[in-house]
């Protein structure tokens, strides 16, 4: 069982540049999202989406893009990365609003 | 707003030793409450939870009971082993869809368990 897939795990980058963190799940989950662990922040919510073509902003969105295309499929955009977004991204799904949340094993990024 | 406060960490424990760690919220109406373990290098995984007043999780040893009268959703095992060396996180969702159903999570704190 593949669950929830991140990639890529690691990823380093230089400031201004941009890219894609991809999150694809195969549990035909609605909700899905996006949070950032930072150390003595524990985790805070970037965007979430209950549905394809819904999209929304949690506690953190600025800097990060968000679009759900599918069911399956979640990718988070850092337009202009910064040094303030090193940091672990994890991408989670769940099957209704008061189900579990799964995760994905995480993307560690670094901005120089 | 809503928010989870736990014990700051990290906590180190000989085995066998019992284990405690605080965590309590503010919420309005009925949240519901979450234990989550992220092992090293490793995403986070359900512990327990509880969804109402009273009703108490478990597995794998671990306990949290759900008291509303103290806000509070304290995470115990009686006697804690290496493998569960860890960061444990105390997590809350709030009544109601969209954003009512995200999780909130506490900062996380992380046990090491000695032999």
């Known amino acids: 069982n593949a669950g929830v897939t991140q990639t890529p795990k690691f990823q380093v980058l230089k400031t201004g540049q941009s890219m894609t963190l991809q999150c694809a799940q195969d549990?035909?989950?609605?909700?899905m999202s996006w949070y950032r662990q930072d150390p003595g922040m524990g985790l805070r919510l970037i965007h979430y989406?209950?549905?394809?073509?819904?999209?929304d902003q949690g506690e953190v969105p600025n800097g990060y893009n968000v679009s759900r295309s599918t069911t399956e499929d979640f990718p988070l955009r850092l337009l202009s990365a910064a040094p303030s977004q090193t940091s672990v991204y994890f991408c989670?799904?769940?099957?209704?609003?008061?189900?579990?949340?799964?995760f994905g094993e995480g993307s560690r990024l670094t901005v120089l | 707003g809503n928010s989870v406060t736990q014990m700051e960490g990290p906590v180190t424990l000989s085995e066998e030793a019992f284990l405690t760690i605080n965590c309590t919220y503010t919420?309005?109406?009925?949240?519901?409450l979450f234990w989550y373990v992220q092992y090293p290098g490793e995403g986070l995984q359900l512990l327990l939870k509880?969804?109402?007043?009273?009703d108490k999780g478990s597995n794998k040893g671990f306990e949290a009971t759900y008291r509303k009268e103290t806000t509070s959703f304290h995470l115990e095992k009686g006697s804690v082993q290496v493998s569960d060396s860890a960061v444990y996180f105390c997590?809350?969702?709030?009544?109601?869809?969209?954003?009512?159903?995200?999780?909130?999570f506490g900062k996380g704190t992380k046990l090491s368990v000695k032999p």
């Open positions: 509880a969804t109402k007043a009273d």
């Open positions: 549990m035909n989950h609605e909700y």
């Open positions: 997590a809350l969702r709030g009544g109601g869809g969209g954003s009512q159903g995200n999780l909130i």
């Open positions: 919420a309005t109406g009925y949240p519901s």
């Open positions: 989670a799904s769940t099957y209704g609003e008061n189900g579990e949340l799964f």
């Open positions: 989406s209950v549905g394809a073509g819904i999209t």
